[in-house]
């Protein structure tokens, strides 16, 4: 009988599924996901998790349990470090015992440790041994780890090409040549900056990326941009220890001295440790930069979509207002 592997679709998911889901298919593995958020399954989340936690972490524990009764194992690696300078936020590191030790009747977790800075080779061994628990020869697994690299690399490519983690996962879907999309059509450009379970979960964003897409507003967000570029951004003496916080925060240093934008929001969770640096952060940069409106937006799980939008309709007037005041067509 072949193995079904769940793998929620929250966190890590907008990252590195295809990788993912790669290495686990050319393994001949079922590759089962939650879907997308719903209600439901955000309410089931809550009802579960720690009340302090985040809100993406209550979601997750809403992902696990769609998906607990339909797999034979699931997916939590304990994901340290895979660029060998910073580390995933500690709750990341925690994740594979906070669901083991909060919820029952839960199938077994393959929380394999994955962290670079243990040599080059160590990531290779992390696969490695994923690919044992399921009786799987040395050299079937390092195809399949290969195969697995090479999607990475093409879905990395898909979003340096401007489109974002849901629309290139489609992309690898469905095949085909892709045109990049760079093309802003001379409209106004937003970056909507924060981490990517939060900015590309339709549900917990309140649709904030697609809000702006209806109102004509092309957004970009920090996977759009090269990594390398916007290290060199970083203007701290110590960098941020935690990755995703480090890209929004060296990605808003990037934007901000660029000024190749013409607003930028920080989309935040509540009860997010890191964010509240990352949010004084960016807000002491913009006033750096005051030619480039900036705007935070905190969402927990009883955030409504009318507030959200109100948000928008007034940020977006204020950026429309300040150009045609900047252009000399509106009397301040
Ligand atoms: S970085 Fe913040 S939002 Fe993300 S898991 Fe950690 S505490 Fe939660």
Known sequence: MIARVGIPSSLFYYVHFPMWQTFFSELGIEVVTSGQTTKGLLDEGVKEALADACVPIKLFFGHVIALKDKVDYLFIPRVVCLN?????????????????????????????????????????????????????????????????????????????AGMHPPEAMAVLKEGGRVQPRHDHKGGLVFAVLGYPYEVHDQFISVGLVKKLKKMGVSVITMENLSPKKIARANILEKKMFWTFSDLALNAAYYLFREGKVDGIIHLTAFGCGPDSMVDKLMELASKEYPEIPYMSVTIDEHTGDAGVSTRLEAFLDMVKRKKEAQQGTCPR
């Open 84 to 160: 060998r300078k910073t580390i995933y936020c500690p709750k990341f590191l925690g994740l594979p015992d906070m669901i083991r030790h909060g919820l029952s009747g839960i199938p077994p977790i393959i929380d394999v440790q994955m962290d670079n800075r243990e040599g080059w080779a160590s990531l290779w061994r992390s696969y490695l041994k994923i690919g044992r628990i399921f009786g799987k020869g040395k050299m079937k697994i390092l195809m399949a780890y290969l195969k697995a690299w090479a999607v990475a690399k093409r879905f990395q490519s898909l979003l340096l």
